[in-house]
């Protein structure tokens, strides 16, 4: 069937969006504004509150909310909210946090809060004309006109860190940036960084048409790119890690505690050293990492990102965790990349993410970035350890009955038979399919 565009959708009611695209893409059937409608929220004022946060809305998108306690970090013990879809990433998550709960539980260290942005632009110049332009007039100006835009975030004891240039017509002909870092405390800092950037354009274009030492036609050659905040966030970093005697790293599928751990630390290095490997290791890692990122109302597109082009810093993609044994003690960290808020955006507004961040104390920002580094680590540890010793699908299989059942429309009674039923054999989909039908043919 072709389709025509159509004109000002924007503009029109969300009825009449709805209207519009049941008639042109759903051959006319009314059963589906039922599926739209089943979504809205009663309460008017908490609908309109979810329109806004984007466009074009015609209803909401329910994702799980769930609780992963029991996780002592940094002698805190906490209850993390994670809005996840994927059945057993909760489940993994507590049951790492309650393994690690008496050994010490997880420590974390902030190795540097520093985000980066930069103002992209083509001037045909010599390099140190340009350079001594920028240090001994440019540099300070930059300064100066955002001092508005800095005022409020340098009172709460952030702002612009340092501000340089860097020389790039190696790569591309007359090409040049502007490279801030910022200091944005307990926000993500995107629209602060931003609009300094912008500002840091219309400084850069004044200043070069005011400056004598520049000819017209180097005047004339100047074009701003772009000004833009970058994801790639190498310096705002935090450590998460796990340490115990070898004696204490009991696992219960019956191998010994050194077998474990040598398994373990074996399946790191294949993350390491293989990339295949290295991006499901991560996948995992994020599994943690963005159902945190989520419910604490951050954006965890700049995560993903952000964590993917750390771990391919040094040209090859590699694992975010890392592992040891050195005389009898098990080591396991992650270095984490993330720049996250816990002011600002979505977090004054989407009560959910209020109600997670009352949850977790209140945390600073940095408090938040060892929170997510400690759920990533988890994830992982949990990951690694079923993988090296029942394998993923036991577990993960079971979590997943519950997708099968409801797929097959179970009732609640014969949820309860397969519960039962697989408390001591591994879920198969052919297996749920098979008992499904003989208990419906027995009754
Ligand atoms: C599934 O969402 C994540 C895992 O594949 C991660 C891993 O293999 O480490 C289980």
């Not at 059937?29 to 466009?55: C, M, P, V």
């Not at 970058?230 to 599928?253: G, H, M, Q, W």
Request: hydrophobic residues 40%; negative net charge.
């Amino acid at each position: 069937m072709n389709h025509s565009p159509v004109e000002g959708f924007s503009k029109l009611s969300k009825q009449r969006k709805i209207d519009w695209l049941i008639k042109e893409y759903l051959n006319d059937d009314r059963s589906y504004e039922q599926i739209l409608q089943q979504y809205w929220n009663g309460d008017a004022t908490l609908q309109k509150l979810h329109e806004e946060f984007s466009e074009n809305t015609i209803s909401n998108f329910y994702m799980p909310y769930g609780i992963a306690p029991n996780f002592l970090i940094d002698g805190k013990l906490l209850a993390l909210p994670m809005a996840v879809e994927e059945s057993s990433v909760v489940a993994a998550a507590s049951k790492a946090a309650k393994f690690w709960i008496d050994k010490g539980g997880f420590k974390t260290t902030i190795i540097n809060t520093k985000k980066l942005g930069h103002t992209h632009f083509i001037l045909n110049v010599e390099p140190h004309k340009l350079q001594h332009f920028f240090n001994f007039k440019l540099k300070k100006k930059l300064f100066e006109a955002t001092e508005e835009i800095t005022k409020n975030m340098r009172n709460r004891g952030g702002g612009i860190l340092n501000i340089r240039l860097i020389d790039k017509t190696a790569d591309l002909e007359n090409y040049f940036q502007l490279k801030a870092s910022f200091d944005t405390v307990d926000s993500m800092g995107a629209n602060f960084i931003n609009s300094c950037l912008e500002q840091f354009g219309k400084t850069l274009k004044e200043e070069v048409a005011n400056e004598e030492v520049f000819t017209q036609e180097e005047k004339d050659s100047l074009q701003i790119v772009m000004n833009i905040l970058s994801n790639f966030t190498p310096d705002c970093i935090v450590r998460a890690e796990v340490s115990c005697k070898i004696e204490d790293l009991k696992d219960d599928s019956g191998i010994s505690n050194e077998e474990f751990a040598t398994k373990f630390k074996r399946a790191v290095t294949i993350a390491e050293i293989e990339p295949f490997r290295a991006t499901t290791h991560n996948k995992g890692i994020m599994n943690g990492v963005d159902a945190v990122v989520i419910a604490t109302g951050n954006d965890f597109r700049a995560t993903e990102a952000c964590a993917h082009a750390y771990a391919a810093k040094d040209g090859k993609y590699t694992s975010l965790t890392h592992c040891t044994i050195d005389d009898g003690i098990f080591r396991f960290w992650i270095d984490l990349p993330i720049s996250v808020g816990v002011v600002g955006g979505l977090t004054n507004l989407h009560p959910l993410v209020k109600f997670s961040l009352a949850l977790l104390g209140k945390p600073s920002a940095q408090e938040l970035m060892s929170i997510l580094a400690v759920s990533g680590l988890a994830q992982n540890f949990a990951a690694l350890r079923s993988l090296v010793t029942t394998g993923i699908q036991k577990g993960h299989m079971k979590m997943h009955l519950f997708n099968i059942l409801n797929q097959l429309g179970a009732t609640e009674e014969e949820k309860n038979h397969f519960v039962t039923y697989f408390k001591d054999k591994t879920v198969t989909h052919h297996e749920v399919i098979t008992e499904f039908n003989n208990l419906r043919n027995k009754n």
